[in-house]
């Protein structure tokens, strides 16, 4: 039970880094984004968008394995206070404590995480629209110049 403790730990670690591996490769991403042509502007944004998907599940998922590393924890703790007979008030709560630690480590990044997609997921909107002014500019232009003609 010890080892599939660990192992959620591990998991949650896991998601952790590789979600904020993805935070720092869009924030870089938006230092770059393209202003001239439209169609750069449209590759760049399907580019953007991909590993999104990743900090809304982990967003999602995080506090479910936090809750898991809680019930593992608890489980352990009460096999462990069975097995010393010991049923101090104290030892009770410092287990049940230490179990608790999955929990809030799990809502903490589903917090984190969470803010970094809707962050993300409004630039990308806001992109969007600029993109969308710009090609009707463009079309205006052209049917401007065509009237004229």
Do not use: C
Not at 71 to 86: D, M, P, S, T, Y
């Amino acid at each position: 039970m010890q080892t599939v403790k660990i192992a959620v730990f591990i998991l949650m670690f896991l998601v952790f880094f590789y979600g904020n591996y993805i935070v720092f490769l869009k924030l870089l991403s938006l230092r770059r984004k393209p202003n001239t042509e439209p169609m750069d502007l449209v590759r760049w944004l399907l580019d953007f968008k991909k590993g999104l998907w990743f900090l809304d599940f982990s967003a999602t998922t995080s506090p479910l394995l936090g809750l898991l590393g809680t019930v593992i924890g608890l489980i352990i703790a009460f096999v462990e206070l069975g097995r010393k007979g010991v049923a101090g008030a104290g030892e009770i709560s410092s287990a049940i404590g230490l179990a608790l630690v999955a929990t809030a480590v799990g809502i903490a990044m589903s917090l984190w995480f969470y803010l970094w997609y809707k962050f993300f997921i409004s630039k990308h909107h806001q992109i969007k629209e600029e993109l969308k002014i710009k090609l009707l500019e463009e079309e205006y232009e052209e049917t401007k110049t065509f009237v004229n003609a």
